[in-house]
Each structure stands twice: as structure tokens, then as C-alpha cells.
């Protein structure tokens, strides 16, 4: 009996199968939980050397397609794609620390991250130091300890604009052979690659600028490939020891890819946040415009910005892509092709001027993401940071009147028309 002929149920699920190979010019879709293997010994060389595709969860030709871009971008090796930017973020640090183990980081980060670093980190046992004063290369020196893992922050952080000196935090951790994990979700790879000047480890929400386009939640773990056991095995024993049942360790068997081998084979899989291959596709087709929106909205949001610090009704513009930025020489230094979407700007008329701004734009989205190609607006002290005190947002540079936008690839004269109707109503209440 063939499938062809078999009962209705039986047809339905099998008949008609086709397993004719296409040259796809875009990345195809293969969205399927897992792959037929061609025979017995197939299986068994699947699950013996990890070659080839099995289950989704463990490897997927679409999603391995993204990877792949995603690494060449950020002038990586190798990268692991997963479900969402903090799924990346846990995996990165997973990846390198453990019960015992301490991080440094900036004080400068994502809520989200933080959260993970003081919450649940801190319940396993990983403890983290904050620097305040990233730029303060004796501040990082002095938080090293003999158990620190990893040093963290982001390439340009919310909502100071902070330029991260990656060469000069890169080159501590090298004293110390700990390596520096850069969130480049704000600076993406068209502006700077933080792996071309010493990071070891680059961090992406990929649901920000790579997908671009606000439909999708993914993360990416981009690795230099660099993992040197003679140096750096002491503080990875879990990538130098042999493995369980005698297996050769990740560095015996993957060299300089020890660390992304050991989070696509041991961390990624094992906390199961695994992208979906539909996600992935759009994250890739996104990645393929990246350097035109970014470019675009890079421009738009220095036009806009600096619209913005001529306004009566604005105390302050935090953008390093303006002179009057205290970061705007590293920006120049770091950042190639403009200075990035994403910045604050503080309202002489505090909190009520705020709530007015966001209640009045029409073109601007008042919503809680970025890098989306439209331009959104978000109020920070009543919701990203609502559960932090006033001291702890002055640090951050999150006041009453503080809006962040995401500037998108719209015209620019109708999202300066725009915030000027908002503005002249703010204003006119306080002049
Ligand atoms: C959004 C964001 C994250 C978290 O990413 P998700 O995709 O929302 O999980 C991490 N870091 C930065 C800088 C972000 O902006």
C-alpha cells in the first residue's frame, strides 16, 4: 500500500508529500517542529555529533540562515538566534556565568535587564556591581573581582544617550581575561560593531531595528570567536573540563567557538527560548534594509533633535548626535553613518507638559518600543521607570518632563509639524 491509496485520514497527512529541493532566492521558511532523517545511522550521527538538523528547537535551516547573516553583520563568528532580546540577554550571561559567579555592569541598561540582573540572576546566585560612571575606566577596574564573569553595557543607552567607550572597557576585561557583552541594540551594527573594537560578545533585541518593522519579538547572541582556553579557561571551567560521559570539553571540540558552541548546545536550547522560523524570516528580511531605515532615521532624528533644542518649551535634548552632548566626541569616534533614532528630550513644563505632548502628537505612536520604522513617543517616569524612586531617575536622567522617542523613517517636516502643534500647546500654558 502507498500513501496514495491509503484511508482519507491517512491521505490527508501524507499523500502528495514533496520533498523536491528549489533554489529559494529568499530564505525559505521551514516551518516545521523537526526533519525526517534520511535513515538509521542518520539519526544516530544527528544526536551523536549534533550535525544537521533534527528539531527546531536545536537548529532549523531558517533560522541558521539569520544566524548567519546576523554574525556577518556584527563582524562576528558565529551567532544564536532566540525569541526574544532578553531571552539573548539571559543567554549571553548564562553562557559565561554561573551559582558563585559576579558581573559588571552598567547602570545604564534596559529595565528589562536590570530586572533580570537584580531578580533572578541574583536568586541563582550570579551577583552584579552597577557602574554609574561608565566613562570612568577606574570604575570598572576597582568592581572586578577573582569570580567576575562578564562586563556588561549597552553601545548608546536610553535615555542619557551614554556612549559606551567599548575599546577602553574591552581592554579591562581583557586584563582579567573576562569578556565585555555589548547590548548593541540601540547602536545596531550599520552605526558601530562593538566586536571590531574588543567586545567579546554582542547582545541584540532583534525586535528593534533588525526586524524593523514592530511585528516581531526575537534576539540574537553574535560571538567573536575568539575564546582563548589558555587565557581565559580558568574562569570557564564549564567550557574546559571535559563534559559529562567523558565527552571532550567545548574548547577540545570547538576551539575559539567555545562560547556561542556552548550556548547553542548547552544554554539556548536547554531554557527553550527558541525563535519561531516565521520570526526568524522576518527578522532576516528586516536585516536586509537595516542600513536604509538606520541611515534614514539617524538623519531624521538629528533634524529632529535639533529642532527640538531650539524650542522655547524644551529644557534639555539628550542626543549624541548633537554637539552639546557630553558623549558626542565618542560618538563620533564610535558611530559611522549617523548617531542612531533613539533619544530623551525634558519638558520645561514637567510632568503635565509631558502628558500633554503625548496626548497631542497624531503622526508619533504614544507606545513602549523602538526602532520601529514609525516614530513612537513614550513618557518614561510614569512607565518604563515607574517602580524606580525620583533619586534613582535623576541618575538615569529620567525627569517629570522627560520623553523618549523612536524617531521612524516618516518625512521629517511632518514629524516636526507635528511635535509643533504639540509643543506650541505646552507652551503657550507656561509662557
Ligand atoms: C527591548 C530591549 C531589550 C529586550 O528585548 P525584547 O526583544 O523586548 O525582549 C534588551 N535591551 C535593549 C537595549 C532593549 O531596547
Do not use: C
Not at 540562515?65 to 553583520?73: F, H, K, M, P, Y
Not at 513617543?377 to 541618575?395: C, F, G, M, N, W
Amino acid at each position: 500500500m502507498t500513501v496514495d491509496t491509503a484511508s482519507f485520514f491517512t491521505r490527508a497527512l501524507h499523500a502528495g508529500r514533496d520533498r523536491e529541493t528549489a533554489s529559494s532566492r529568499a530564505t525559505p521558511i521551514y516551518l516545521t517542529a523537526g526533519f525526517e532523517f534520511d535513515d538509521f545511522d542518520h539519526a544516530a550521527h544527528h544526536f551523536g555529533t549534533g550535525d544537521g538538523f533534527g528539531y527546531t528547537r536545536t537548529g532549523n535551516p531558517t533560522i541558521r540562515a539569520v544566524e548567519r547573516q546576523l554574525a556577518a553583520l556584527e563582524s562576528g563568528a558565529d551567532a544564536v538566534l532566540v525569541a526574544s532580546g532578553q531571552a539573548a540577554v539571559a543567554v549571553a550571561l548564562l553562557t559565561v556565568a554561573g551559582a558563585g559567579d559576579h558581573i559588571v555592569s552598567s547602570a545604564h541598561i534596559y529595565e528589562g535587564t536590570r530586572g533580570l540582573l537584580v531578580d533572578n540572576l541574583a536568586r541563582l546566585g550570579i551577583e552584579t556591581t552597577f557602574i554609574d560612571d561608565i566613562g570612568d575606566p577606574d570604575a570598572w577596574r576597582a568592581a572586578i573581582r577573582p569570580t567576575t564573569r562578564a562586563l556588561f553595557a549597552e553601545s548608546i543607552a536610553n535615555a542619557r544617550n551614554d556612549i559606551l567607550d567599548i575599546a577602553g572597557v574591552a581592554v579591562i576585561g581583557d586584563e582579567h581575561a573576562v569578556p565585555l557583552i555589548v547590548d548593541n541594540t540601540l547602536g545596531t551594527p550599520y552605526l558601530v560593531r562593538p566586536l571590531e573594537h574588543g567586545a567579546s560578545i554582542v547582545v541584540h533585541s532583534a525586535s528593534k531595528f533588525l526586524a524593523g518593522h514592530g511585528s516581531v519579538l526575537g534576539g540574537v547572541v553574535v560571538d567573536d570567536g575568539r575564546f582563548d582556553a589558555d587565557r581565559a579557561g580558568h574562569n570557564a571551567p564549564h567550557l574546559v573540563l571535559p563534559g559529562r560521559g567523558g565527552l571532550p570539553s567545548v574548547a577540545a571540540r570547538h576551539g575559539g567557538l567555545a562560547r556561542i558552541a556552548y550556548a547553542r548546545e548547552s544554554v539556548a536550547p536547554r531554557f527553550g527560548a527558541s525563535p519561531s522560523p516565521l520570526n526568524a524570516f522576518l527578522i532576516g528580511q528586516g536585516a536586509e534594509t537595516l542600513g536604509l531605515r538606520v541611515e534614514r532615521q539617524s538623519r531624521n532624528a538629528l533634524d529632529v533633535a535639533r529642532w527640538l533644542e531650539a524650542h522655547d518649551a524644551v529644557e534639555s535634548v539628550d542626543y549624541a548626535g548633537l554637539e552639546s552632548h557630553s558623549d558626542h566626541a565618542l560618538a563620533q569616534r564610535y558611530l559611522g553613518g549617523g548617531h542612531g533614532s533613539i533619544f530623551t528630550f525634558t519638558l520645561r513644563g514637567g510632568l503635565e507638559a509631558a502628558r500633554d505632548v503625548v496626548e497631542s502628537v497624531s503622526v508619533f505612536t504614544h507606545m513602549t518600543h523602538i526602532g520601529d520604522v514609525r516614530s513612537l513617543v513614550l513618557h518614561p517616569a510614569t512607565t518604563s521607570h515607574a517602580y524606580r524612586t525620583q533619586e534613582e531617575r535623576d541618575a538615569l536622567g529620567i525627569r517629570p518632563g522627560t520623553l523618549r522617542v523612536s524617531i521612524g523613517i516618516e518625512d521629517v517636516d511632518d514629524l516636526i509639524a507635528d511635535l509643533s502643534r504639540a509643543l506650541a500647546t505646552v507652551w503657550e500654558k507656561v509662557a
